[in-house]
């Protein structure tokens, strides 16, 4: 057989370190401002950690400018001792909510977990605010212009839980679909490869998290616990 001809280049694709999106009595803290706890200043420095003992070199870091995807990434250029200048792309943000208080007890465990069970309607909204569909129609495109760059051969992404299922879903099935389940635990690790064709994604892997990578922890998803910590302020 014939080696192929098209060399592929690796995108990792991180989300950022674990914060506290909710105080002890279950309220909300802005997630624009919100900074990585002590649990997910480790995460960072421990993904840095497995880039560098793998000796990876980034070309680019790209982040949504939200605080804890710039802290994140600080931390793992800092472990690997690469000075490279962050660029921000704001349509990587993660996926907008609505106001918390106006979304009835009864549809409450509905809004914080529906965006991720199964194949999502992109109709679903995240916490009565931004629908699955509008998120991957600022996210997809953003994709494609990363790929159209052809200055790079490995860039670090560093992103949010619902932006990283949408790139996932998007390598997966080549397809505007939306898979729910694809668990992204704070701080974890994902490798994708794309080649010069739109459709030629090869996934490596998912939802490494250096730290703990057999997950013995809570088998509940983030939007679970979340919907749990909230729940105390009702």
Known sequence: MPEPTNARRRIFLMRHGSVTYFDAAGKPVLPEQVPLNDEGRSQADAAGAAFAAAGVRFDRVIVSGLPRTVETAQRVLAVTGQDIALDVWPELHEIKGGRLSTIPSAELKRAFTGVF?????????????????????????????????????????????????????????????????????????????????????????????????????????????LFTQYSRSR
Do not use: Y
Not at 176 to 201: E, K, M
């Open 117 to 225: 069970e199964g194949v999502v309607n992109p109709e679903q909204r995240f916490l009565g605010g931004e629908s699955v569909g509008d998120m991957m129609d600022r996210v997809h495109p953003a994709i494609q212009k990363l790929r159209d760059d052809g200055s790079w051969d490995t860039v670090l992404l560093v992103l949010h839980g619902g932006v990283n299922c949408a790139i996932l879903s998007l390598a997966l099935t080549g397809q505007r679909l939306f898979l729910g389940g694809l668990a992204q635990t704070a701080g974890c690790i994902n490798a994708l490869d794309v080649g010069q064709d739109n459709a030629d994604w090869v996934v490596r892997f998912v939802n490494h998290v250096p730290p703990a990578p057999l997950q013995l922890g809570s088998r509940l998803t983030t939007m679970e616990q």
